[in-house]
């Protein structure tokens, strides 16, 4: 049942919060000028935890009055921090790739869906259909390949004469043997 405690605190309270909403606005827009269009753009799963983790941290130093705002937004730099360092590792490190990013897997060759690529990353043929119609394609013959990139999108490469390992945009895809 709501109660007048639950609907109102204090004039002091509200001030409190729309103080704090404002500082962390001001610290996302600025955290996202800096660390460029990789913060909003197309999200890998790694930057993606970090984007729900801010807004975490964000909320409960604006609504929670057991979390100071100087608590939240100095953990909100430290996460900032460590993204931009893994970042550049990632960059500079092909086992740190391996380690913090997810590869790129092949769902479909010239028109056969790789059931245990699809098993493994739980997409279905549905999926599959959705992206080649969003790309034009009336059959699953009409896509030399499907693959599932690591911000879980769906690239259709279009039917062409070539093979595998002539498609550059490819060589950080693996494929199973039969695929060329």
Known sequence: MMTIDNFWSSFDRIAQIVLSAAIF?????????????????ELNNFDWIITVAVGSLA??????????????VTAILALALLQYVATRWVQQSDLA???VKAEPTLLTDRGEFLEDAMEETRISREEILAALRENGCLK????????????????????????????????DVPAPKHVG
């Open 25 to 41: 606005y001001l610290l996302i827009v600025g955290m996202v000028r800096v660390s460029g269009k990789r913060t909003t753009g």
């Open 97 to 99: 790739s391996r380690v």
């Open 59 to 72: 909320a409960s130093g604006i609504l929670l009055k057991n979390v100071s705002t100087i608590d939240a």
């Open 140 to 171: 699953l013959e009409d896509a030399n390949w499907v693959v599932l990139e690591t911000n879980g999108k769906l690239s259709v490469i279009p039917k062409c004469d070539t093979t595998y390992e002539e498609v550059d945009s490819l060589s």
